[in-house]
């Protein structure tokens, strides 16, 4: 079973997302939000058992793409649509996989905190330990994130999205990429979205790489 494979798996994961999305009763907190002014303060935060269930499955399908057999690759893809939609799949993606754990961060603090605990809560008044919790989640979250976009490039495998879109991104020389030349990339990543009306891509150029069709 090699990567192109995984495409189909993907994208049943996300299809029984929104099934399960749309078949609950009530909406649940997912990670953690907050807002706070001179007249009003409020945050919420949870998780839930069905969450963390489709988290530990998007991940689990994430490490076996990683380690799937290579696929050879065809011709090169200079299009920006296909490239966009990827990005947004594995947007969702990775918010599946990263939101429901980090939520467990809030919903054990609120127990310790109160005895009581609860799969999500949303409380009107601060809390020590409030601002501490936002930057923990932070400092867990942006590396988490970046590591799901760098791992399949030093991998020399496509990220979930580009899977579901039939693509890979590849280094100019064929090899894979190495650690830093992968995060050079990620942090390029947002740069092509104003690129969209040019036969190539400024992110390509600059970081010697281009998009493969799968086969």
Excluded at 87 to 92: C, E, G, K, Q
Aim: aromatic share 14%; hydrophobic share 50%; net charge positive.
């Amino acid at each position: 079973m090699n990567a192109k494979h995984f495409r189909w798996l993907f994208f049943l994961l996300l299809a029984g997302l929104v099934i399960v999305a749309y078949s609950l009763d009530a909406p649940t907190t997912i990670g953690l939000s907050g807002e706070s002014s001179s007249d009003k303060y409020l945050i919420g935060g949870g998780t839930a058992p069905w969450a963390l269930c489709y988290a530990a499955l998007t991940v689990g399908l994430y490490f076996l793409l990683m380690y799937s057999s290579p696929t050879s690759h065809g011709r090169t893809i200079r299009g920006w649509w296909r490239r966009l939609a990827a990005f947004w799949l594995d947007f969702i993606l990775v918010m599946v996989a990263v939101s429901p754990i980090l939520g467990l961060l809030p919903v054990l603090a609120e127990w310790r905190r109160t005895g009581v605990f609860a799969w999500s809560f949303e409380r009107t008044t601060p809390a020590p330990g409030d601002g501490i919790l936002f930057v923990m989640m932070f400092a867990v979250a942006i590396p988490t994130v970046a590591l799901y976009y760098i791992w399949p490039l030093v991998r020399d495998r496509p990220t979930p999205g580009a899977c579901i879109m039939g693509y890979q991104i590849v280094a100019a020389n064929g090899a894979a990429l190495t650690f830093r030349g992968a995060l050079r990339r990620t942090l390029w990543g947002f740069s092509f979205l104003r690129d969209w009306r040019e036969k190539s891509l400024r992110i390509d150029e600059e970081t010697e790489t281009h998009a493969v069709e799968l086969r």
